[in-house]
């Protein structure tokens, strides 16, 4: 039974944007309309994105100082989640 799936392609894959994957080893066909999408930015995108802030503002930052060893050697916990 025919199943439609509703995406774009970008750099030469298939971006679904439903939760469900296209089953391997099926055959598609594809429609091509007119309609062009504002480009939609990939989990993977976000953190290189994220990855690159941090760099960048790491690469720019104060150097430490010697007390900063000594907490560290006394152990840390960071509470919290960072969502990407």
Excluded at 17 to 32: A, G, N, R, T, W
Excluded at 36 to 62: C, G, H, M, N, Y
């Amino acid at each position: 039974m025919p199943q439609a799936y509703q995406g774009y392609f970008q750099e030469g894959k298939f971006i679904s944007l439903q939760k469900d994957s296209i089953p391997d080893f099926v055959e598609v066909y594809v429609i091509v309309t007119s309609k062009i999408l504002p480009e939609v930015e990939t989990k993977v995108q976000k953190q290189r994105k994220a990855f690159d802030k941090f760099a960048q503002a790491i690469s720019i930052a104060e150097p430490l100082c010697d007390e900063f060893d000594e907490v560290v050697s006394q152990g840390i916990h960071v509470l919290g989640e960072l969502k990407l």
